[in-house]
């Protein structure tokens, strides 16, 4: 009798086990694909050198930075219609939120296209989308176009040094958004930009408490960020500057 139902076990519970070990990852087999094309209604050929940038967006929060869910970046970007595809883990879509497309094209520092309304999107919808961009106007100074969609790690913070554990970020979208990831907490704030001025107002954060070095930190970054008056990006590299031309920031950019 124990033999049996030693056998019944044993049999039983083997194709459980094959069932439970043989299922898909759920992180590759639940990836999803947004893909469309890139256009511009004027007749003008790109250069070589040309970059084209496509970020899907969680613009849902009004008082903070756009959250990039996914993105492809084509260089060089060729001539359009450019195709895109941008990869992303469908688990993050949520209900009752707003998701849209962000394109720009762009030559070495200098913004050339981009999409200056909304383009809405519905991510798990497999319709294939076309985003048209509007030419920037020709001779008004861009130097902002280096900064805008980029995430950026915080190296240095004037009165703190060189900073690296907890990783600080910060970042700005062209609706003026800005905020990131303090040493401790989750923080907002609204930038103007105009060339390679820059002000940053309306700081608010989060409140978690944390060890109070890090926490030294985090008002040190607050307070540098309020006195912003310029910016510099030279390659993956971003300095600020206070009024007196005094670097108070310096960053990386996040890859």
Not at 33 to 39: A, D, M, Q, R, S
Not at 58 to 75: F, H, R
Not at 175 to 185: D, L
Not at 189 to 218: L, R, W, Y
Request: proline residues 7%; contains cysteine; glycine residues 8%.
């Amino acid at each position: 009798m124990l033999d049996k139902i030693s056998e019944l076990f044993i049999f039983g519970l083997v194709p459980l086990l094959v069932g439970a070990l043989g299922a898909p990852q759920i992180s590759v087999a639940g990836e999803k694909v947004l893909k469309g094309e890139v256009t511009y209604r004027e007749r003008i050929a790109l250069p070589p050198n040309a970059e084209l940038s496509v970020q899907l967006a969680d613009v849902s929060l009004a008082d903070a930075p756009a959250a990039v869910i996914g993105e492809q970046k084509v260089s060089p970007a060729g001539q359009v219609p450019i195709p895109f595809e941008i990869r992303f883990d469908p688990s993050v879509i949520r209900p009752r939120m707003t998701y849209a497309l962000q394109a720009r094209i762009t030559v070495g520092n200098h913004l050339v296209f981009i999409n200056d309304t909304r383009h809405q999107v519905d991510p798990l919808d497999d319709r294939p989308q076309t985003i048209v961009l509007k030419m920037v106007p020709a001779g008004k100074p861009r130097a902002d176009a280096a900064m805008f969609g980029q995430s950026w790690l915080v190296e240095y913070i004037d009165g703190i040094g060189k900073i690296s554990e907890p990783r600080a970020t910060f970042r700005v979208d062209e609706s003026g958004k800005a905020g990131g990831n303090g040493p401790c907490n989750s923080y907002f704030a609204t930038a103007k930009v105009d060339g390679d001025a820059i002000a940053i107002s309306g700081i608010g954060s989060t409140f978690k408490a944390c060890a109070p070095d890090v926490m030294a930190q985090e008002r040190a970054l607050f307070e540098a960020l309020a006195k912003a008056s310029s910016f510099h990006v030279e390659g993956a590299r971003m300095t600020i500057a206070d009024k007196g031309g005094r670097e108070i920031l310096r960053f990386n950019a996040a890859s």
